[in-house]
């Protein structure tokens, strides 16, 4: 069993039954002891599903019209079959490509199930339904990374470019990354046979240079742990999935946008135990050795885009630089930690 949190979890809400605060919540807005109007990510029970809150008026609408456009691509994508083909290099073929782009995206964003509204702290909120990452389980790790130089979007005031300027300073200036939070299981340095969870917020985010963003991110990956490649080898896997995605499109630009990085520590302990051997003598090459086919590590290991209350139209369709940059950075430091 895990030991107490390092880092203390807000104060449960009231909810409607069959509801609860999402514990793995470790980003964002959170539930606030001393403000009711408050309201942070909520789950179901036992369904698989997670609940976000709609935030300002503006950033909410944005969000769900997000998440909107990528299930009506999907669905045009779905209806137009192999027909689809005969439209490349016709006017309707343009449209048809950037419908193929959102659909193709869907793959890196947790699935959407539409809108819903709750009564939370007796007050009524809209929330959008998505797909719980950690769903499954055991010992989930979680990782909240936002991307970007730029975290301000086109419509922000001077004083909120100002703010924006300010947070995450030497890690977003020179990686292109902040980490509000995270929290990760690994074992007790006093008693191995034990097993903690440490969890961080921003105040340590905001804290860290480069040096101390690479040794948090050694931290949450188990570095020290003898099956770490594999799970090193699958979160690469996605992030260049991402990035390949962000290379093609020319539609949009993300502001403040995140990667969530999931995995299931309990896993990754029975990798340890049961191919310490190949683990410690081969590494992982991706060979025939392997000992975890990959469509099973993506049942416990799952990086997807998050957060797009702050995504506009790309201007003069140019190629989204500030978020790939910091995507780069990230896929950098993972190659980096893999071939250590």
Same mark, same amino acid.
């Given at each position: 069993m895990a030991k107490k949190a390092q880092e203390k979890v807000t104060a449960s809400p009231v909810v409607p039954m069959g509801y609860s605060q999402l514990l793995t919540q470790v980003a964002g807005h959170t539930f606030e002891a001393s403000n009711a109007a408050a309201v942070g990510l909520l789950q179901d029970a036992?369904?698989?599903?997670?609940f976000k809150p709609l935030g300002k008026p503006e950033c909410g609408v944005r969000e769900l019209n997000f998440y909107e456009s990528l299930a009506a691509a999907i669905a045009t994508q779905a209806n137009a079959g192999a027909g689809a083909n005969n %439209?490349?290099?016709t006017g309707?073929?343009? &449209?048809?490509?950037?419908?193929?782009l959102l659909a193709a995206l869907a793959a890196h964003v947790p699935r959407y199930y539409g809108q819903l509204k709750l009564v939370v702290n007796q007050r009524e909120h809209t929330f959008i339904k998505l797909e719980d990452l950690t769903h499954g389980m055991a010992k989930p790790c979680v990782m909240d990374v936002k991307i970007g130089r730029r975290t301000w979007d086109p419509l922000s005031s001077a004083q909120k470019r100002a703010i924006e300027e300010q947070k995450y300073v030497l890690c977003k200036q020179n990686l292109g990354l902040c980490l509000?939070?995270?929290q990760v299981y690994c074992p007790d340095e006093e008693q191995p046979e034990q097993t903690i969870l440490i969890r961080k917020g921003r105040d340590y985010g905001k804290s860290?240079?480069?040096?101390?963003?690479?040794?948090? %991110?050694?931290?949450?990956?188990?570095?020290? &742990?003898?099956s770490s490649d594999i799970l090193l080898h699958e979160v690469l896997n996605q992030l260049r999935s991402i990035r390949n995605w962000?290379?093609?499109q020319r539609l949009l630009h993300f502001y403040a946008s995140s990667l969530l990085i999931c995995y299931d520590f309990e896993q990754l302990q029975k990798l340890a135990t049961s191919n310490s051997k190949v683990s410690q003598h081969n590494g992982f090459h991706g060979d025939a050795s392997d000992p975890i086919p990959p469509t099973k590590s993506k049942q416990w290991i799952r990086v997807r885009c998050i957060d797009f209350a702050h995504i506009f139209p790309a201007e003069d369709a140019q190629p989204d630089h500030n978020y790939m940059f910091g995507l780069q950075s990230l896929i950098d430091i993972v190659e980096a930690m893999l071939h250590r």
């Open positions: 036992g369904e698989g599903r997670v %439209l490349n290099g309707e073929g343009k &449209c048809e490509t950037d419908q193929s509000p939070g995270f860290l240079d480069v040096m101390g963003f690479h040794k948090a %991110l050694a931290l949450f990956f188990n570095a020290n &742990c003898s962000f290379k093609r």
